[in-house]
């Protein structure tokens, strides 16, 4: 019995990775004012990049570089078309995700041709930890991305609350005219938030295909992309709250895997429905958390205004 959950506690942990990439990144973007709904299909241009760029140079270091730039680019392409544009956040944000997901299917005919896999990320062993019984095969038995990802969280809380630039962050978030009179430059700031958000959910998507599946496939993100979003609203905004989100999710899909692994009498159809479940029962939640959202959330800045 100890096996079973030290297998899904461990296997939870990895799984996070790349919800809390791309919630972490969302929460920045969000938290000055910029809703990104391509998320999802940055993670798996992210994921295109990290794998055929791992597989065709055998550096899966340069694969995670790859997919961090992709991610960065396309943060900055979300950036300017709703920071400078002005466009409508959610529209815009559907449409990067539609047009990343048939470029990504596009990328994957023209250049793989089929599914093919690699020998991904292999687990760190964190001397003297790792032998430490049952918790030491949990937390120190794991990829580099797992230990990045988990270390994101208080970093990130850090630059938000105790930095000048998580001020500003913050300003520029809950009211970016106050914050434009005070000499903060509001487009710089959301221009820096949303590509770092990108940058972000590109290394979401590298933690998916060359860490936890070690393949790539059309469509490989599965809406992840979309309950990362929801994770941001569900945390009210905060990392720490994203971070026990994320490892709800995780948890709830390690367990249908598990499930699906051990022949449990449940049909597969329905344990691979519980993630998306407990997203619909988030999404009811959000209501009570749309006080704690920034006040300038999808709103567009224009000085003068």
């Given at each position: ?5 030290v297998g899904i506690v461990s296997s939870s942990l990895r799984l996070v990775t790349p919800y809390l990439f791309a919630a972490i990144g969302e929460t920045l973007s969000q ?135 998580g001020l500003k962050i913050r300003a520029v978030g809950e009211n970016p005219h106050a914050a434009d009179s005070l000499g903060v430059r509001v487009r710089r700031v959301r ?38 979003v929801a994770l941001v609203y569900f945390g009210g905004w905060r990392p720490v709250r994203v971070l026990l989100g994320a490892l709800l999710f995780s948890t709830v899909n ?52």
């Amino acid at each position: 019995m100890t096996a079973v959950i030290v297998g899904i506690v461990s296997s939870s942990l990895r799984l996070v990775t790349p919800y809390l990439f791309a919630a972490i990144g969302e929460t920045l973007s969000q938290a000055s004012g910029v809703l990104n709904l391509g998320l999802d299909g940055i993670m798996l241009i992210g994921a295109y990049a990290a794998f055929y760029v791992g597989i065709t140079t055998g550096s899966l270091a340069l694969g995670v570089i790859a997919a961090g730039l992709a991610g960065g680019l396309l943060g900055f392409i979300m950036a300017f078309v709703s920071v400078s544009m002005r466009a409508d956040q959610g529209v815009s944000g559907i449409a990067l995700y539609l047009f990343c997901l048939g470029l990504s299917e596009m990328l994957f005919n023209q250049t793989l041709g089929g599914v093919r896999t690699i020998s991904g990320l292999q687990p760190i062993n964190i001397p003297g930890l790792s032998k430490i019984p049952v918790l030491g095969p949990i937390l120190f038995h794991q990829n580099i991305l797992v230990y990045i990802a988990f270390a994101l969280v208080p970093i990130a809380w850090f630059v938000l609350n105790k930095t000048p630039f998580g001020l500003k962050i913050r300003a520029v978030g809950e009211n970016p005219h106050a914050a434009d009179s005070l000499g903060v430059r509001v487009r710089r700031v959301r221009y820096q938030t949303v590509t770092l958000g990108g940058v972000f959910a590109g290394i979401a998507g590298a933690s998916l295909s060359i860490a936890l599946l070690n393949l790539f496939q059309p469509n490989l993100t599965n809406g992840m992309g979309f309950i990362a979003v929801a994770l941001v609203y569900f945390g009210g905004w905060r990392p720490v709250r994203v971070l026990l989100g994320a490892l709800l999710f995780s948890t709830v899909n390690a367990l249908q895997i598990w499930a699906q692994v051990e022949g449990i009498g449940i049909s597969p159809y329905l344990t691979l429905m519980l993630p998306y479940v407990i997203t619909i029962v988030v999404l009811a939640t959000m209501k009570r958390r749309n006080s704690q959202a920034p006040s300038a959330l999808t709103k567009p800045f224009e000085r003068g205004q």
